[in-house]
Structure formats: C-alpha cells, structure tokens
C-alpha cells in the first residue's frame, strides 16, 4: 500500500542544489512513490545540473529576485500539467563573504536580498501559482529548529520571519481554498549550503551531542517529514512549523557536556 498516496500527482520543488540538498531528498523520494516532480531553478546553471540529477523531469527556470520570472511560472507549469498538489519551497540564501559579522552590522542590501530570496519569495511564488494549485494542495517550506541560534548570521532573523509568514499564508489561502502552508524547522544538517555558513562545521558537531540518541539529524529524515506535509496523509497539519531536530531543543543541559565544559573551567 502505497501511504503517501501521491502516485501520479504532481508537485513543484524549489530549491535543488545538489545531492545533499533537502529538496533533492524530498524530490527522489516523492518520484520513488510515482510522484510528477517540476523543478524550477534559480539560474541555466542550477538547471543543468538539475537536469543531470532528475533527466525525466521539466526545470523551469525561475531567479525569485527576477519579478518577471515569477509572474511567467505559473504559464511554464501550465506546459506541464494544468494542476498542482503541491509546493515545495527550499529557497535560502544569505551572503557571509565577509564572514559572520555582529547582527547590527548587517548590511542593508545583505539583509534584504536574504529576506527576498529566502522569505518573501514563498510568498510571492504561492500566489503565482494558486489557480494551478489544487483546493487542498499543500505548501511546505524549509526553516531552521532555532531562529536564535547566533550561527546563522542574520538568517536566524529572517527564519524567524519564514516562520512568522507560514501561518498568515495559510490564513489567506483558507479564504478561497483548502490548500495547507506549513514549514519544515529542521536541525542541523550535512549539506553544501551550511557549509557555507562561517563555523558551522563545530556547530553541527555541538547538535549532534545534543540530540537524545548521539546521532545527526539525516537529510532524508527531513525529507520523510516534508513528503508528509506534502501528501493527503497530513491534512489535519496547517498553519504551522513541524519541529524535526531529533530531541535537540529539549537537551540544552545535556549533563555530559555540562559537566565536560565545567571540568575544562
């Protein structure tokens, strides 16, 4: 029996970088239970290496800072399919080319094309495609397990933002439809983008002792949990982040690494 029930449905995924990205787990895993996948791409780059990865499914291209590409996608899916059972938005840029600096350094124009690329383009992509979308569609996004966290730069804040967004976009989508929002905040991962993050590499370590079972957190864990935000099976779950950390956010007082930190005093 196939549970997640979405043989032959079709889902648009935003957000593949590579093998090790969130939306590549949740891609294979949807096209493994016979699911359609569209791709869009920020770049003919990002495209062509999509294309390498996934060589029987569409990329459309779509930059979410380019206004024009987004009004136009909804008319690219359209070449597709004409409906939609689901979204996912794994979209997250923040430029740390200088290297994390204090939050009230930040610069202007580093905070907004962060907040656009990996906030305000949920919004605005979802809206693009609402008439493709169907009455009880599903939308899910990627967030973080903690928006406090001082590793993330100036993301942390705009993560925050995301999941801030997920419930007035739900909100505003129930006025016309059954279609859900809700976000993924998942913890410390393995993938080429958190490397880019200054540092990261010590954090992800410090994550994995502090989950309850000593162990990461895996990608396709991640993906299994989106995939069922993204299927039928979870339409009771609306309007809100689903927590994906392995323990993590309840063992901040681990009493190893308390007691390791207070003998190294």
Same mark, same amino acid.
């Given at each position: 029996m196939d549970f997640l029930n979405v043989k032959d449905k079709h889902f648009l995924i935003a957000g593949v970088a590579n093998k090790k990205s969130?939306?590549?787990?949740?891609?294979?895993?949807?096209?493994? @239970?016979?699911?359609?996948?569209? =791709?869009?791409? @920020?770049?003919? *780059?990002?495209?062509?290496?999509?294309?390498?990865? =996934?060589? &029987?499914?569409?990329? *459309?291209?779509?930059?979410?800072?380019?206004?024009?590409?987004?009004k136009q996608l909804s008319r690219e899916v359209l070449a597709h399919t004409s409906k939609l059972d689901g979204f996912l938005h /794994?979209?997250?840029?923040? &430029? =740390? +080319?200088?290297? #994390? $600096?204090?939050?009230?350094?930040? $610069?202007? !124009?580093?905070?907004? @094309? !962060?907040?656009?690329? +990996?906030? =305000? /383009?949920? #919004?605005?992509?979802? &809206?693009?495609? $609402?008439?493709?979308? +169907?009455?009880?569609? /599903?939308?899910?996004?990627?967030? *973080? +397990?903690?928006? $406090?966290?001082?590793?993330?730069?100036?993301?942390?804040?705009?993560k925050a933002m995301l999941d801030a967004t997920v419930p007035f976009l739900a909100k505003s989508f129930s006025e016309f439809s059954n279609i859900r929002v809700n976000a993924v905040g998942a913890g410390p991962l393995k993938t080429s983008a958190s490397a880019g993050i200054p540092d990261y590499i010590d954090n992800y370590l410090y994550a994995e002792e502090l989950t309850l079972r000593k162990a990461a957190l895996e990608t396709q864990e991640v993906a299994n949990t989106v995939c069922f935000l993204l299927s039928s099976r979870s339409s009771g779950i609306n309007a809100t982040t689903v927590l994906v950390d392995a323990g993590m956010s309840v063992n901040y007082f681990d009493q190893n690494i308390v007691k390791t930190f207070t003998k190294n005093k």
């Open positions: 969130v939306a590549y787990f949740c891609a294979k895993t949807l096209i493994e @239970q016979e699911a359609k996948c569209i =791709f869009s791409a @920020q770049t003919e *780059i990002h495209a062509e290496a999509i294309k390498k990865l =996934f060589p &029987n499914s569409p990329v *459309i291209i779509c930059d979410v800072e380019n206004e024009g590409h987004i /794994s979209l997250a840029f923040a &430029n =740390f +080319s200088e290297g #994390v $600096k204090p939050f009230n350094e930040t $610069k202007r !124009a580093d905070y907004l @094309q !962060a907040a656009q690329i +990996s906030c =305000f /383009s949920l #919004v605005e992509v979802s &809206n693009a495609l $609402k008439d493709l979308l +169907s009455t009880d569609a /599903s939308i899910v996004t990627i967030s *973080i +397990s903690n928006t $406090k966290a001082t590793s993330y730069g100036y993301l942390g804040p705009i």
